[in-house]
């Protein structure tokens, strides 16, 4: 079955990063794009990545331009997001999710919490 | 502020209908003739859940008292028939003409 594992959340330090995992298993990775959706406490759900299943593209939300990166390895079925310079209001919970036909998303993970506190 | 809106909250009786809209308010919002919106279910402390896709159409293993529609700007998702179990919060989501993507803000649904 399709299975989304997220990884690498944690409590850190305002402009300091951090580097989340999205393991995944259960289909074919490499023909897959993923997105990452992140959900502060209490709040709506927000749109942060997308990288093509082969890299060709990427994009990013405007909150998160020139901070996060994200990344793909096929070889290990992992997407990652590199976050850096990270403020208060990047604690969220982060979701990846597959995309399907460049329009939705069909499976999520179970998220991983970002805590930015001094 | 979301290019989408949505009505905060939404509340029926068990067995009611109820709608729930999603309006593109930005130009950057794509056309919906493109038929690109998707509806996800989150319940409390859960991921969210595909519930409808390109509109109206619907994943295997949602009820079929879930539909999805569109009329210009405006897509909409129908609960016939409600249940204690959907109540949560419902989002709607597209794409903007930048190939970004975006959420609209969340309705909150109350089974009464």
């Given amino acids: 079955q399709v299975q989304l594992v997220e990884s690498g959340g944690g409590v850190v330090q305002p402009g300091r990063s951090l580097r989340l995992s999205c393991a995944a298993s259960g289909f074919t990775f490499s023909i897959y794009g993923i997105h990452w959706v992140r959900q502060a406490p209490g709040k709506g759900l927000e749109w942060v990545a997308f990288i093509r299943h082969d890299e060709s593209n990427k994009y990013y939300a405007d909150s998160v331009k020139g901070r996060f990166t994200i990344s793909r390895d096929n070889s290990k079925n992992t997407v990652y997001l590199q976050m850096n310079t990270l403020r208060a209001e990047d604690t969220a919970v982060y979701f990846c999710a597959r995309d399907q036909r460049d329009n939705y998303f069909d499976y999520w993970g179970q998220g991983a919490l970002v805590t930015v506190s001094s | 502020q979301s290019a989408l ?15 729930i809209s999603c309006t593109g308010t930005s130009s950057d919002v794509i056309d919906y003739s493109y038929n690109y919106v998707s509806w996800y279910q989150q319940h409390p402390g859960k991921a969210p859940k595909l519930m409808i896709y390109e509109v109206s159409n619907r994943p295997s293993g949602v009820p079929d008292r879930f539909s999805g529609s569109k009329s210009g700007n405006t897509a909409s998702l129908t609960i016939s028939g409600l249940q204690a179990e959907d109540e949560a919060d419902y989002y709607c989501y ?15 649904v109350t089974v009464l």
């Fill in chain 2, 5 to 19: 809106t949505q009505p905060a909250s939404v509340s029926g009786s068990p067995g009611q209908s109820i709608t």
């Fill in chain 2, 94 to 108: 597209s794409y903007t003409t930048s190939s970004t993507r975006v959420f609209g803000p969340g309705t909150k």
